[in-house]
Structures are given as C-alpha cells and as structure tokens.
C-alpha cells in the first residue's frame, strides 16, 4: 500500500512539474480560424483559442473588431509545452503561414484587424522576433509589415469562431480556397 502511495504521489508532482512548461504565446496572422488549424497540427501545442488583442476596448465583440473601430486585430493565443517546442519554433510556423509582405491584412482578408503582428511578453521574445524579422528581410530583400506589440490583454472570441475549421468543415475549405492561402504561403516560403 505505501508503495502504491508513493507511486502516486510522483505521478501527481510529475503532472505539477509538466504544467509549469506550459507557456502562452499571442500571434495575429489574418483570420483566426486559419491559425487555429495550422498550430494545432503542431505536436507541442496543446491548445488554440481565437481572440482579439492590441485595442482599446475591454470586451469587443467580432462585429467591433471587423468594422476597424476598435484598434484589436484577430489574434490566437497559443499554449505550448515549452519542453516539447521553442518558442522561437512556434515564432518560424507563425512565419510560415502569414504573407509577411502584406501590409493591407492577409490572403483575401483586408483592413486594420487582419494585420500580422506578434505580441511579446518579455524583452527576451521581442528581441527574438525583431531578429527573426530581420533575417526574412534580408533572405527576401524586401521590407516585412508584422507588427511587434508588447501584449496587453486578450479577449477571447464568441464561441462560433472557437475550432471554426473543424466545426464547419466545407465551409471552411471554400473560404480558405477562395483566398488562395495555400498557393500563396507556397510561393514565398518554397523558394
């Protein structure tokens, strides 16, 4: 019986310690739903949730949001076992699936709330996605439009948006078709 106890309790601290490596992680790269489904394909990651950050406004609704008046853009806040991925791995699959060249938003999307950016919590985050930013400029030659915002709050979005990709499959596959992501992200990032 006490080796059963004892058995137990390491497995219960084992659990404790695996959730202090749990970390958070706040990128906007156009539409939600779209980097919902590609981080969680990323073994590591342990969940997605759809909000909006870097406004002025407690609590925005998506209609807020999308009619520009509140200064949020579309954001995913990530969590992330820090002990299975970096962070600045999960800041290259941000690269991968954004059109860092865009300035007007993303893909088919347009306007103030479908800008990139990446929102840091620390000095050491910011100074690794400046440095990651500028190396894409110089791979490209050519000047990035992400966003760096020291991270504030985050709001997450109505429930509907939450696994939107999963939830409304063809819906889903028609938008991301009609905005060519995919075609896109594979001419910059294939070369």
């Known amino acids: 019986m006490k080796q059963f106890i004892f058995i137990l309790a390491i497995l219960c601290f084992t659990n404790l310690a695996r959730a202090e490596n749990l970390q958070k992680v706040y990128f906007a790269g156009g539409c939600f739903w779209c980097m919902e489904e590609a981080f969680d394909k990323v073994m590591g990651v342990k969940k997605t949730t759809s ?42 699959i941000f690269f991968k699936n954004i059109d860092p060249f865009d300035a007007a938003g993303q893909f088919c999307d347009k306007g103030e709330s479908y800008r990139s950016a990446i929102f840091y919590q620390n000095e050491t985050q910011k100074k690794i996605a400046e440095q990651s930013i500028e190396q894409i400029e110089k791979k490209f030659d050519k000047k990035t439009f992400i966003l760096l915002k020291p991270f504030q709050e985050f709001y997450e979005a109505e429930e509907y948006h939450q696994d939107y990709y999963q939830n409304n499959f063809l819906k889903y596959l028609a938008y991301k078709k009609a905005c060519q992501r995919e075609e896109i992200l594979n001419n910059i990032w294939k070369k």
């Open 51 to 92: 909000g909006y950050s870097g406004g002025h406004i407690k609590n925005p609704t998506y209609e807020q949001v999308v009619n520009e008046n509140t200064g949020h853009l579309e954001v995913v806040e990530i969590v992330y076992d820090s002990d299975v991925i970096s962070y600045p791995s999960i800041m290259d």
